[in-house]
């Protein structure tokens, strides 16, 4: 037998064997969705706090920011900008269309933008909108070539609000009932002239890839903040700000480090960036679903965790609900919040936005919610996690080759 074609055996036993086990691993998942405690998730609301000139309101729990979404979109006067990863049609999906066209009538000009790859199984019908709405339905591939263009394969992962160019929310959480009553994540209100980094972002998106007929959006002026900036990954322009911002600030602890990732499938670079940190004594602690909507990303973060454990690392498997969050906080100084998760899509693939904040008040906020979510998860611990079962061990190694896809 030739070598190519021992080479094609191996790799056609390999897929085959990672499709078996992902298609076990699915099953397990699905059967087992939807359990929430019926008392639901502990959660901790910090009050709102001042950032250089804008007040910083921090949420962890649906209810509360999609009330103050709408309410916010309801005292509109001039401009509405929302953009989404994930729209459903559900209940709370149509009272932001309904807003929306609300607002629309009433002479507010409105811009919507929604990842369409990621709404594939919301009925095309609901992204319908009255004509005065302007609409953007992202779209990668746009021409037949841009399939081979690997900048084009990027998902809008964003999830933006911002009106009359004062009150932006920026986060984790799409538009759903789900995630508004089930899911546990975390998102910002930002008012006041900062505002204007997530206005900046949201028009350069719309400029840059509006469809042809589609008038442009005027680029505002924006302001300089030293304490509180949003970054923006980007994916056609090679522009990836937000690895090297977490890689600098784990670089740079001290005293501690608190991850909430919903995704956690560190590159070298990250991993070992934290591996020093413990080294050196900075007390590291991630906290992860145990099991989040998307098993294949478990089981690649799992593939990390005796690595993580040896070297010191804490880590958490959060309980009973998906934990959804992005944020980081260090040191009692410096925070982030945002849409990327720390893997290599979010980091190196998708167009994402996250909120770099300098403050004392907001990292004892961040520290206060992520102790409360710990009153919720399970450490890890190593010699239980070395106990476990051989067949896990094996799927681990076996869908590891998986990591540049997730």
């Not at 009359?164 to 975390?186: A, M, P, Q």
């Not at 799992?302 to 804490?314: A, E, K, T």
């Not at 919610?369 to 890890?380: G, K, Q, S």
Request: glycine residues 6%; contains cysteine; proline residues 5%.
């Amino acid at each position: 037998m030739a070598v190519w074609q021992i080479i094609l055996l191996g790799f056609a036993i390999l897929t085959t064997l990672q499709l078996c086990v992902l298609a076990v691993l699915m099953l397990r998942s699905r059967l087992r969705r939807g359990r929430v405690p019926e008392a639901g998730f502990p959660f901790f609301h910090p009050d709102e706090v001042r950032v250089d000139h804008t007040r910083v309101q921090i949420y962890t729990e649906g209810r509360r920011l999609f009330d103050d979404m709408l309410a916010a979109i309801h005292a509109a006067r001039e401009t509405i900008y929302l953009e989404t990863y994930i729209w459903k049609g559900d209940a709370l999906g149509e009272a932001f269309k309904e807003a929306l066209a609300r607002k629309a009538a009433e002479g507010v000009r409105v811009y919507l933008i929604y990842d369409t790859f990621a709404n594939l199984v919301v009925p095309h019908r609901f992204f319908t909108f009255p004509e005065p709405i302007q609409v953007l339905p992202y779209r990668a591939w746009r021409r037949p070539w841009h399939i081979f263009d690997l900048r084009r394969y990027g998902r809008d992962h964003r999830k933006v609000l911002v009106v009359d160019g004062k009150v932006g929310f920026v986060g984790g959480y799409n538009i759903g009932e789900l995630y508004r009553t089930h899911w546990r994540d975390t998102h910002l209100r930002l008012s006041g002239p900062e505002v204007d980094d997530l206005v900046h972002a949201f028009v350069d998106f719309w400029n840059f890839h509006r469809y042809p007929g589609m008038r442009p959006i005027p680029m505002p002026e924006r302001v300089w903040s030293s304490e509180l900036r949003a970054y923006r990954n980007d994916p056609v322009r090679l522009i990836f700000p937000i690895r090297s911002i977490y890689i600098e600030a784990i670089e740079q602890a001290q005293r501690h480090i608190y991850l909430t990732q919903a995704y956690f499938i560190p590159d070298e670079a990250i991993l070992q960036a934290l591996i020093r940190a413990a080294r050196r004594g900075v007390d590291v602690r991630v906290l992860v679903p145990w099991e989040s909507n998307h098993v294949i990303a478990d089981w690649l973060a799992r593939h990390h965790f005796d690595r993580c454990l040896r070297n010191g690392i804490r880590l958490f498997g959060y309980q009973g609900a998906m934990i959804h969050a992005k944020t980081a906080t260090i040191d009692g100084v410096w925070s982030m919040v945002g849409t990327a998760n720390i893997d290599r899509l979010s980091l190196v693939g998708n167009y994402e936005i996250n909120v770099e904040i300098f403050s004392p008040a907001v990292a004892r906020a961040m520290e206060a919610v992520f102790t409360c979510d710990l009153t919720n998860a399970r450490e890890i611990l190593l010699p239980h996690w070395r106990s476990r079962h051989v067949l896990a061990r094996a799927s681990e190694l076996l869908l590891s080759p998986l990591w540049p896809f997730i």
